[in-house]
């Protein structure tokens, strides 16, 4: 079967959240070859973003259709895509491999997915349900380590593993401006969690602006009321922040680039904002004030210089980032980050000139995950919330789900190839 032709790639791109429709557009157009065109979906669910988040991304991609996961399959049965961007928590990305597994086409699309920023938490688990991908991108030279030794560890194909970068670094290099003197608090939905965390953390930001009267000082927040999400937030700041605030102290939405634009000082407890600060050289403090925890992720900034108290800020101490360390997280600081694509840019280039890709083969089947793979598959059916029309693959998603259990792992892998024949 004859190779793609390389001047009109066709590239779809599937996101869950706003963050993940960051990454998967932004990546999308960086592995890419020139010609490409670029259509975007979201999966209905309880992340779907708003029309405000998708226009916050700025990767100059038209706003993508919202759809069930059947609705997508069916795109891609249609519309002959050249390559597919999975940009979904790990369960879903594995739900849609076995469902574009299951599938006859012509000629199926290089698929490609990756993490949407620090990797610290579920490593293994996430990993081996994005397996099965064409390419898994790695966003550093330490991410791309990690990775290629739990594939190998349970012997797995590590092939697939490229390193790149986070695909949002970018922006004007840090210079200060004199007489201005701006400090961000980066928020995240859920770290800390719990409402008291929540709370301290609030309450030292206002005590530092009340500290630097002539300080500006922006709480970052990640979105608007009835806004969702990738990760729940069930203790918003703007709820939290009750009574008047010092007259230097604001509450911020908007592009993070736009805030580091004017930010002095970026501070966070393990928001991917440190790495985009780090990489225009913004000041940057990670906080220890509740721990160095993986339940909140500034684990993951340990030997990076960064980690620090609101005390010692308060004291005006500013950390000095670890350059050895900025350069295993591929932050980029020394300027080369525009060829940090050019490898996964190759490989998918590599592929589109295949005359025929060899048919999906995820690490999770019936026969190496039968206790795991069913529940997988039946947790993040296709068309949760789909029309009538598309419930031929809740009810194949739902029988493998229960057929492991009631006629054995043999009953399975005929349902999920009945995917393909819809």
Same mark, same amino acid.
């Given at each position: 079967m004859p190779s793609r032709n390389r001047e009109a790639v066709r590239v779809a791109v599937l996101a869950d959240s706003d963050t993940r429709w960051k990454w998967g557009a932004l990546t999308a157009r960086r592995i890419s070859p020139p010609g490409h065109r670029v259509t975007g979906f979201v999966l209905r669910g309880r992340a779907t973003p708003t029309a405000r988040q998708l226009a916050e991304v700025g990767a100059d991609v038209a706003a993508p259709r919202e759809v069930t996961g059947a609705e997508f399959l069916a795109s891609v049965r249609d519309e002959a895509y050249d390559v597919v961007v999975l940009a979904l928590v790990g369960g879903t990305v594995q739900a849609m491999l076995h469902g574009l597994a299951g599938m006859v086409l012509p000629r199926r699309p290089v698929i490609v997915t990756g993490y949407v920023g620090v990797v610290y938490e579920k490593l293994a688990d996430g990993l081996l349900l994005r397996h099965g991908a064409d390419v898994v991108l790695a966003n550093s030279r330490a991410d791309a380590r990690r990775f290629r030794a739990v594939y190998e560890g349970v012997g797995a194909d590590a092939s697939a593993v490229v390193e790149a970068a986070l695909p949002f670094l970018g922006g004007a290099r840090y210079a200060p401006v004199p007489g201005r003197d701006t400090v961000v608090f980066a928020a995240q939905p859920s770290v800390p969690a719990s409402r008291d965390d929540r709370a301290y953390l609030l309450l030292r930001l206002v005590e530092h602006a009340r500290l630097h009267p002539h300080? $500006? =000082?922006?709480?970052?927040?990640?979105?608007?009321?009835? $806004? *969702?999400?990738? /990760? =729940? $937030? $069930? *203790? #918003?700041?703007?709820?939290?922040?009750?009574? #008047?605030? #010092?007259?230097? =102290?604001?509450?911020? /939405? !908007? *592009?993070? !680039?736009?805030v580091l634009d004017r930010t002095d000082l970026l501070v966070t407890v393990s928001s991917t904002a440190a790495l985009e600060a780090l990489h225009r050289g913004v000041p940057t403090a990670v906080l220890t004030d509740l721990g160095v925890r993986e339940a909140l992720g500034n684990h993951h900034f340990i030997g990076s210089g960064l980690l620090t108290s609101w005390d010692r800020l308060d004291g005006g101490h500013r950390p000095c980032p670890d350059a050895a360390w900025l350069t295993d997280q591929g932050v980029a600081a020394d300027g080369s980050y525009e060829g940090s694509f050019d490898a996964a840019r190759a490989r998918v280039l590599d592929l589109l000139a295949e005359p025929a890709l060899p048919p999906v083969a995820p690490y999770y089947t019936p026969a190496t995950a039968p206790g795991y793979l069913p529940a997988i598959l039946g947790r993040h059916r296709l068309d949760a919330t789909g029309p009538p029309a598309a419930g031929p693959v809740r009810r194949l998603l739902r029988d493998a789900a229960r057929g492991v259990y009631r006629h054995g792992v043999q009953r399975v892998a005929p349902v999920i190839r009945r995917l393909g024949e819809l």
């Open positions: 300080r $500006e =000082v922006l709480l970052k927040l990640r979105s608007k009321p009835g $806004e *969702h999400t990738t /990760h =729940v $937030e $069930e *203790h #918003p700041y703007q709820k939290l922040a009750k009574g #008047p605030l #010092p007259p230097n =102290v604001r509450l911020v /939405h !908007g *592009h993070m !680039g736009e």
